[in-house]
């Protein structure tokens, strides 16, 4: 068996649905989510870092592969592994290191372009990691002329307050679904 996953605008999910029945494919919708995007870095909010917090923040790279599979809810396995290795090396991320140049927060940036896996280690949260690490690969794709946006999950409550009080706009219109399917 083989399993396949795509993304698509929501209101294509009956059709898709009923195709993939009629055909006798099993497929089920794994995650909705909201579109949240940044017009221009004038509408950022730039949370407070201190030196010492800028001066740990850094890139993840290749060693870290393995720590961010294992936090990556949708991680976990040889294709997350694959997944994420692929998206270090080719496209931005960005994280707050301890003392030891260990990640504490990251953010990296899908092959789509929208900002993803933003995590904070349990630990080291309430700290306004993540704030520093969205404003900072914000202005870092605006200033390259790359559109600044994400998906958060609809039930993501914690993340979509993060990104509209850091000045993401949601469109209301457009809702997405990652559906996957057994063939």
């Not at 520093?132 to 790359?146: E, N």
Request: net charge positive; hydrophobic share 35%.
């Amino acid at each position: 068996m083989r399993v396949g996953k795509m993304r698509f605008d929501i209101s294509h999910a009956p059709i898709l649905k009923e195709v993939s029945s009629n055909r006798g494919i099993n497929n089920r919708c794994y995650t909705a989510v909201r579109l949240l995007y940044l017009p221009d870095s004038t509408h950022l909010f730039k949370p407070a870092a201190d030196s010492e917090l800028e001066s740990r923040i850094s890139s993840l790279n290749l060693s870290h592969v393995d720590l961010v599979n294992t936090a990556w809810k949708f991680g976990g396995n040889k294709q997350g592994y694959r997944n994420i290795e692929n998206l270090i090396s080719n496209f931005p991320s960005c994280c707050i290191t301890d003392g030891q140049g260990q990640p504490l927060s990251w953010i990296l940036v899908y092959d789509y372009c929208a900002l993803g896996l933003l995590y904070t280690l349990p630990e080291h949260r309430g700290k306004g990691y993540a704030k520093v690490l969205v404003s900072a690969m914000a202005k870092r794709l605006h200033s390259q002329g790359y559109p600044v946006y994400c998906f958060i999950e609809e039930e993501n409550d914690t993340s979509y307050k993060l990104f509209k009080n850091l000045g993401f706009i949601e469109e209301p219109s457009y809702r997405a679904a990652w559906l996957e399917f057994n063939f």
